[in-house]
């Protein structure tokens, strides 16, 4: 598509379920990343896949969240047992080029999944 | 360490009027690139502009410029002749060496019609 997709726009869930957000980066762009935006605040990083390889998942607050891009294009980010500190907008981001070669590149968010937890 | 401070959490003007939205940084490195994004209602991060630390340049894009001085450590937004489209939280953003993207807290702007 022309850009980055997620899905659902809009979560609601009860404490402890379990939650599945996925996101269509854009054709052809080889890294995609995480991010997680509090309200009120600006996004913070949670994890950066390069292809299917994950290379950085420093900033997943727990081991509740875990991400995965198995075939190197459609990513999901799950959140397990969540927790009312897991509302947020989960934002994913895609890139043509791969860090590391150039670095600052420029990166392309999508709308974001909003998720409330209650 | 890396930080980014938009000192100014809400703006409000009224339309046609000129506002600049500010923007402070820290690194330590001397290869860095610094960014603006612009999120709407819908919630979706659109770039603005990029700028690495070797480029001091300002840049002008329409009703939109950008003041980069170094010796400040400040990336400074500035939309001319504002109109009620530009209502929208303005992000700037710090990347120095890493694919990390270091974010502000962002400034919420309100044009009034």
């Known amino acids: 598509g022309a850009g980055v997709s997620q899905s659902p726009r809009y979560k609601v869930a009860k404490r402890g379920q379990d939650v599945a957000l996925r996101c269509d980066p854009i054709?052809?762009?080889?890294?995609l990343f995480w991010y997680q935006q509090a309200l009120g605040q600006g996004p913070e990083f949670l994890t950066y896949f390069q292809n299917e390889a994950q290379l950085d998942k420093s900033g997943l607050p727990s081991d509740r969240f875990f991400a995965e891009r198995p075939e190197g294009s459609v990513s999901t980010l799950k959140i397990q047992r969540t927790q009312q500190e897991d509302s947020a907008v989960y934002l994913c981001?895609?890139?043509?080029?791969?860090?590391?070669?150039?670095?600052?590149?420029?990166?392309?968010f999508g709308e974001g999944s909003w998720l409330t937890v209650v | 360490a890396q930080k980014v401070t938009q000192a100014q959490t809400e703006i409000s003007v009224v339309e046609k009027e000129d506002v600049t939205l500010d923007c402070v940084y820290e690194t330590r490195d001397t290869t860095y690139y610094l960014f603006w994004y612009k999120q709407p209602p819908s919630g979706e991060l659109v770039f603005l502009i990029r700028?690495?630390?070797?480029?001091?340049q300002n840049e002008i894009s329409g009703r939109y410029s950008w003041n980069f001085q170094k010796s400040t450590s400040s990336f400074n937004f500035t939309i001319t002749a504002s109109q009620v489209v530009d209502s929208a939280v303005y992000f700037c953003?710090?990347?120095?060496?890493?694919?990390?993207?270091?974010f502000g807290t962002g400034t919420r702007l309100k044009v009034l019609a």
């Open positions: 700028r690495n630390s070797f480029d001091e």
């Open positions: 981001a895609s890139s043509l080029l791969i860090f590391g070669e150039i670095s600052g590149n420029t990166i392309y």
């Open positions: 953003a710090l990347s120095s060496g890493t694919y990390k993207y270091i």
């Open positions: 054709s052809g762009h080889v890294s």
